[in-house]
């Protein structure tokens, strides 16, 4: 499985535009990040590509897992977020844009 691989020096803007080509390409999304700015970095991205779709009547969840792995020979933990794909209804895109506690799905 690939990972969009996300450090704490990652623009979120620019990685919200890719999660965001990803999801409209039907490609499945997953982000890998290591450490609590990059972390961080990534859930922004989320968020920011979540506003970029919802318009365009597709909303996206995440939901996170551990995993070890690897880099220069030390085990390092990393977290890996799995990007979830919703379609919604046209009425729903309207009232998750128009009110910020109001989402109904």
């Given at each position: 499985?690939?990972?969009?691989?996300v450090?704490?020096?990652?623009?979120?803007?620019?990685?919200?535009?890719?999660?965001?080509?990803?999801?409209?390409?039907?490609?499945?999304?997953?982000?890998?990040?290591?450490?609590a700015?990059?972390?961080?970095?990534?859930?922004?991205?989320?968020?920011?590509?979540?506003?970029?779709?919802?318009?365009?009547?597709?909303?996206?969840?995440c939901?996170?897992t551990?995993?070890?792995?690897?880099?220069?020979?030390?085990?390092?933990?990393?977290?890996?977020?799995?990007?979830?794909?919703?379609?919604?209804?046209?009425?729903?895109?309207?009232?998750?844009?128009?009110?910020?506690?109001?989402?109904?799905?």
């Amino acid at each position: 499985m690939d990972y969009l691989k996300v450090s704490s020096k990652s623009s979120p803007a620019s990685v919200a535009g890719a999660i965001a080509g990803m999801v409209k390409d039907g490609v499945p999304v997953n982000i890998q990040s290591v450490g609590a700015g990059a972390v961080n970095q990534a859930i922004k991205a989320v968020a920011i590509a979540r506003g970029f779709l919802i318009p365009t009547g597709v909303d996206i969840s995440c939901a996170p897992t551990f995993s070890d792995i690897d880099i220069d020979g030390q085990s390092r933990t990393a977290i890996r977020i799995a990007v979830y794909v919703h379609r919604l209804a046209p009425s729903d895109a309207t009232t998750i844009e128009q009110g910020a506690g109001k989402v109904a799905i």
